[in-house]
């Protein structure tokens, strides 16, 4: 999320940034419609299939083979993703809507409950089988672009404030799924791996303190550093958050957009690709579930389902009401309960990061992933149009 005020006739970097997600979402639930098409339909399904696991480029971890074109799309092109992530999370941090205790009580409340219910909901669908307990932080992600995607089909029916709420939630939301894929599916680590990791981000330390304000240096050490992440057994994706640490940063007061801030410069770049090729690219490769026989009834697609319909709206929804209830912090711009409720039904939309963890939770276990695929689907799907149905009687009740 970027400031609020404009100045000198620049548009508000506000309302790009809501437009471009609105857009960016709607480009995503044609990606995913597409690769359901693309798994389903005789014709295509044989060659969908081989061009995911079609071996592409060297090996670059020692026994793990070649990266496919789906592990390239995951493991690389996704790292840029989290480097986005963790560019807005700094921003929103040093410069932005979590600079200020009071603006960041309720998101952080309502972000923190919205995904321990739904892990707790899982938990209690699945966790009586120890193969699916591994999957509990399935639906506690937020995808940001597929529910300003949603909200964006309502128009000016959806006041800017909730917009704002709902994308600060997603914010704090995407840090805690960071931290849950380093610390849970990261796993045989190699410390000589992580060791020359950490070299390179104090290189990058020692680059920002020096005043290094180009970008080919950091993109350089960037690029190094996913290396030795995907080494280290740590996730690779991770080493997008952690690069995006240490671009150098200056804060505008007032003026989000500045073109001398090289974190503002690299971020400006890199939403445009992430949001229209990067995360679309995600969803064709990672939403083509086979309907065909599909495991409607499996104890992990309702798990999921259910965390992503039933635990995030009870978390977000319960978050805001014991905040206000208890004088912690007010709802946002005065809305009403039933807005309210609708924007906790939009947090239910996981889709993208949920997909994730969903392929880090299950590797190499391809039954079990296309049941995530399916429970994701299915609670994002009827999460987004409850969701639209309450905000837009929420309007028509103003």
């Known amino acids: 999320m970027r400031g609020i005020i404009s100045r000198r006739g620049v548009t508000s970097a506000l309302r790009a940034f809501l437009a471009g997600e609105a857009k960016g979402g709607i480009v995503l639930m044609a990606a995913a419609f597409a690769a359901l098409l693309l798994a389903n339909l005789p014709a295509t399904a044989p060659v969908y299939a081989a061009l995911l696991h079609q071996p592409l480029g060297p090996v670059l971890v020692p026994g793990h083979g070649p990266l496919t074109v789906e592990l390239w799309i995951n ?3 996704m790292a840029l993703f989290f480097l986005l992530v963790g560019l807005e999370i700094k921003r929103e941090l040093a410069d932005g809507e979590l600079t200020q205790p009071a603006r960041r009580r309720l998101p952080v409340l309502a972000a923190a409950a919205g995904m321990l219910a739904p892990a707790l909901v899982y938990l209690a669908v699945a966790g009586g089988v120890p193969a699916l307990r591994a999957g509990w932080a399935i639906p506690a992600a937020t995808d940001i672009a597929f529910a300003i995607g949603v909200m964006a089909l309502l128009g000016k029916r959806v006041p800017a404030a909730l917009k704002l709420f709902l994308t600060t939630v997603a914010i704090v939301d995407d840090m805690g799924a960071v931290a849950i894929i380093a610390l849970a599916y990261s796993h045989g680590l190699d410390l000589a791996a992580l060791a020359a990791a950490a070299g390179v981000l104090a290189l990058m330390a020692a680059m920002n303190a020096q005043g290094v ?6 993109g350089a050490a960037f690029v190094l550093l996913w290396w030795l992440v995907l080494l280290s057994g740590v ?4 080493a997008g958050v952690a690069a995006a640490a240490f671009i150098p940063f200056d804060r505008t007061r007032g ?10 410069r690299l971020e400006h770049g890199l939403a445009p690709w992430v949001a229209y090729a990067i995360v679309p690219l995600f969803a064709l490769a990672n939403a083509g579930v086979v309907l065909a026989g599909a495991a409607l ?5 309702w798990a999921i389902a259910l965390g992503l319909i ?3 709206q009870a978390g977000i929804l319960g978050a805001v009401w014991l905040a206000e209830r208890w004088k912690i912090a007010r709802r946002p711009g005065g809305a009403g309960w039933l807005q309210i409720y609708g924007v906790a039904l939009l947090g239910g939309i996981g889709f993208t990061m949920s997909l994730f963890i969903g392929t880090l939770a299950f590797p190499d276990q391809p039954a079990l992933l296309a049941q995530v695929k399916l429970g994701v689907l299915t609670g994002s799907l009827v999460s987004a149009i409850a969701g639209y ?6 309007a028509k009740e103003e």
């Open 213 to 218: 304000r180009r970008l080919w240096p950091y």
């Open 389 to 394: 149905a309450v905000l837009r009687l929420a």
């Open 297 to 301: 009834g499996s104890a992990l697609v």
């Open 310 to 312: 039933l635990g995030k």
């Open 75 to 77: 493991d690389g092109l």
């Open 255 to 264: 003026a989000p957009d500045a073109h001398h801030s090289p974190l503002h």
């Open 235 to 238: 996730h690779a994706t991770v």
